[in-house]
């Protein structure tokens, strides 16, 4: 349970960075594409934190195998936005 919390705190700094070079771009080079970037970290990030808040204030309602499936979809999301960060950031 604690590594799925840690990964979705994870998730929030990734998308905090993404957010921060999307809106950057976005303020240098004003396109559909840049501003759907920052819509789509934005939305994402909220989606984030209300999974973090639902895992920490709602821990007791929460069963094992939820949370083993909740641990998977957070650990896939979190190397996707990984790769995501570190190509945006080198690129």
Request: charged share 10%; aromatic share 14%; no cysteine.
């Amino acid at each position: 349970m604690e590594l799925a919390i840690l990964l979705e705190a994870v998730n929030l700094v990734l998308l905090s960075v993404l957010l921060y070079v999307y809106v950057g771009n976005y303020r240098t080079i004003r396109t559909g594409f840049g501003l759907g970037l920052v819509v789509f970290a934005a939305m994402l990030a909220v989606q984030n934190a209300l999974a973090l808040y639902f895992h920490v204030m709602m821990v007791d309602y929460y069963s094992a195998a939820v949370m083993g499936h909740a641990l998977w979809l957070d650990a896939a999301q979190s190397a996707a936005l990984l790769v995501l960060a570190w190509k945006t950031w080198t690129e």
